[in-house]
């Protein structure tokens, strides 16, 4: 089947992506594409499409990223190694480094990256624990205090600690005053769930949640400024915001987790988190042809 290309999506397109990425959700019992990737999937970019999208759908970003879906009912028929071979193709012209997420670990992704000399280069876990057991308290360093989120006040000041506290982040660390107010604009936003760790006006550490549709709540980012470190606010924070989901109404609460920050990894497993399913990328420098 023919992958054909497009800079923008049409409104059918964007619809059969959509269910596209509800049927693989249903299927496979996680999310095909990332936030970031839904986000853009009405903006100009490089989109590729069997059947209209109804088939398979594949995402690439300006850095080399790539996010891919074939239809459940349609695996097995050589399609995502016409959407893989297709993704190559188009990142050639950038000098041929393309990243591509398995979102769920497949077994099919891991031969597909074999078979066009993909190394498997990182694994995102995703954790969850109920939130019907009891929190310890918050317990915070003399002079800190939580508040929430001030939209249109706290925007550049939280930025400024975001991107210092993700310096290193392939995503986080780059966000942009344009990225945090398109999620502002989320029907999912609220800032009662957007918590800060202050003292007097300056902000340490943020926790911001986030509920699902289905009703998960999530550890959407927990974040300290390294001038901060020796405070240890990364506990405290995580606790008061997933006392902010329960009180909410959530029952359940997940995160995604890198599995190169093993502090982090430490802090949930103490906080009563057990593995769901890992995402991971594979990175492909030029070579192999497939």
Request: charged share 25%; proline share 7%.
């Amino acid at each position: 089947m023919e992958v054909t290309h497009a800079d923008r999506l049409t409104p059918d397109q964007l619809t059969a992506v959509a269910e596209l990425t509800a049927e693989a959700e249903a299927v496979d019992g996680t999310p095909p594409l990332s936030e970031q990737t839904v986000l853009r999937l009405a903006l100009p970019g490089v989109h590729l499409l069997l059947n209209g999208g109804r088939d398979g759908y594949a995402h690439l970003d300006h850095d080399g990223a790539a996010e891919l879906i074939i239809a459940p009912h349609r695996r097995g028929h050589g399609l995502g190694r016409a959407l893989v071979r297709a993704a190559v193709a188009a990142a050639d012209p950038a000098g041929g480094r393309l990243e591509v997420w398995s979102h769920g670990d497949h077994p099919a992704a891991a031969a597909l990256a074999r078979e066009f000399g993909f190394a498997r280069t990182r694994v995102l876990h995703r954790l969850r624990r109920p939130l019907s057991a009891a929190f310890p308290p918050v317990e915070l360093p003399d002079g800190v205090s939580i508040r929430t989120f001030v939209p249109g006040d706290d925007d550049e000041a939280w930025l400024r600690v975001n991107a210092r506290a993700f310096a290193t982040h392939p995503e986080q660390g780059r966000m942009t005053l344009a990225d945090l107010r398109q999620r502002m604009a989320e029907p999912w936003f609220d800032p009662s769930g957007f918590l800060l760790a202050v003292r007097g006006s300056t902000i340490l550490g943020f926790h911001w949640t986030k509920i699902h549709p289905d009703g998960l709540g999530e550890i959407y980012v927990l974040g300290v400024d390294p001038s901060a470190a020796d405070l240890r606010l990364g506990r405290p924070l995580a606790i008061a915001g997933l006392v902010s989901l329960r009180d909410r109404g959530v029952e359940t609460a997940m995160l995604y987790v890198d599995e190169s920050n093993p502090r982090a990894m430490r802090l949930y497993d103490k906080l009563g988190f057990t593995p769901w399913s890992s995402d991971v990328t594979y990175l492909r420098t030029g070579g192999a042809s497939g």
